[in-house]
């Protein structure tokens, strides 16, 4: 597995790799890595001929008062765990490597980031998608990895992506959970034993809203309060937002149609960590048909 901290070598080496016709897959991350970044690294493996792990806790999408400094950088550790899933290449600049000349240049991907994490973190997006095009066009054509697990930040790396006409074809993956429930995340560590705990309170909630919209229930609103309920219940957890909203627009969704294709999120803070889950439903095309007693 080849280490690289510098741009120049990235994009040598990479157009090396394509110029004898092998095929590229990005997977970008902020490093601290577990199962969830492993999982996207192996569907790379499985899809491309040289797999490119990039590891940069980018404090662009930082905001002032958020965990840049205490972010976890168990780099040894990461790279050990990247050559076993099948990393062939990982690329970890520093901050003056990437941003050295300044940041005059941003990139901004409107509507899809004003709502929920948009509104929670206003410059957080602007961070990514000026990271991401810049990872993009350092790599060139490739097929990126990105998870479920921030599915938002999908939905605006994607449109980025077809936007800019970047030679790049975005592809998610599926969340990966602990036994119990939670969401993978780098930022599990910060939580207490009891606030770990707590946390299963987002998967509940976004699984009684995926039973609501499988019995039957039809109204958007009433799903994301029954979400918002199940979360406000749990003393550890603030809730941030519980929302029922189109798959791929991500707006709020009023009527759920049937056979349409439903994304419930719903993020919280637990301290001073906040946790963000989703999950993604089909609405059923014909209601269940209600059970007769049979008296
Ligand atoms: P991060 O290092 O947190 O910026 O995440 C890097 C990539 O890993 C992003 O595309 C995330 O969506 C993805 N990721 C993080 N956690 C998970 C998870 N539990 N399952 C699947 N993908 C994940």
Same mark, same amino acid.
């Given at each position: 597995?080849?280490? &690289? #901290?510098? $741009?120049? !070598?990235?994009? @040598? ?5 394509? %110029?004898?016709?092998?095929? +590229? /897959? ?85 509507? &899809? #980031?004003? $709502?929920? !994490?948009?509104? @929670? ?5 602007? %961070?990514?998608?000026?990271? +991401? /095009? ?93 979400? @918002? ?67």
């Amino acid at each position: 597995m080849l280490v &690289l #901290t510098t $741009r120049d !070598e990235l994009r @040598a080496h990479l157009d090396t790799v394509r %110029g004898a016709g092998r095929s +590229v /897959a990005l997977v970008p991350t902020m490093g601290a890595l577990h199962e969830g970044h492993l999982s996207l690294l192996r569907a790379g493996a499985a899809e491309c001929d040289v797999v490119v792990l990039t590891i940069f806790v980018n404090p662009l999408q930082f905001a002032a008062h958020e965990d840049l400094g205490a972010y976890p950088r168990p780099l040894e550790n990461d790279l050990e765990l990247a050559e076993a899933a099948g990393a062939d290449v990982v690329f970890t600049p520093s901050t003056d490597e990437m941003y050295g000349s300044g940041v005059h240049t941003t990139v901004h991907v409107d509507t &899809l #980031t004003d $709502r929920m !994490e948009g509104t @929670a973190r206003p410059t957080h997006f602007d %961070g990514v998608t000026t990271v +991401v /095009a810049k990872l993009f066009n350092l790599v060139g054509a490739c097929r990126a990895y990105f998870g479920e697990k921030d599915y938002q930040q999908l939905a605006v790396v994607t449109r980025m992506a077809a936007d800019l006409d970047h030679p790049v074809v975005v592809v998610g993956c599926p969340i990966v959970r602990e036994g119990d429930g939670v969401a993978l995340s780098s930022r599990n560590v910060y939580l207490t034993e009891e606030q770990r705990v707590a946390a299963t309170v987002l998967h509940r909630a976004l699984r009684a809203g995926a039973t609501m919209i499988g019995v039957g229930e039809r109204d958007a609103g009433a799903v994301a309060a029954h979400m @918002a309920e199940i979360v406000t219940a749990e003393p550890l957890a603030r809730l941030d937002y519980a929302e029922a909203a189109d798959s791929v627009s991500l707006e709020p969704l009023e009527t759920l149609a049937r056979g349409g294709s439903v994304r419930l999120l719903v993020a919280a803070g637990f301290g001073p960590t906040r946790l963000l889950d989703n999950l993604g439903v089909v609405v059923p095309l014909s209601c269940p048909t209600p059970r007769m007693d049979s008296a």
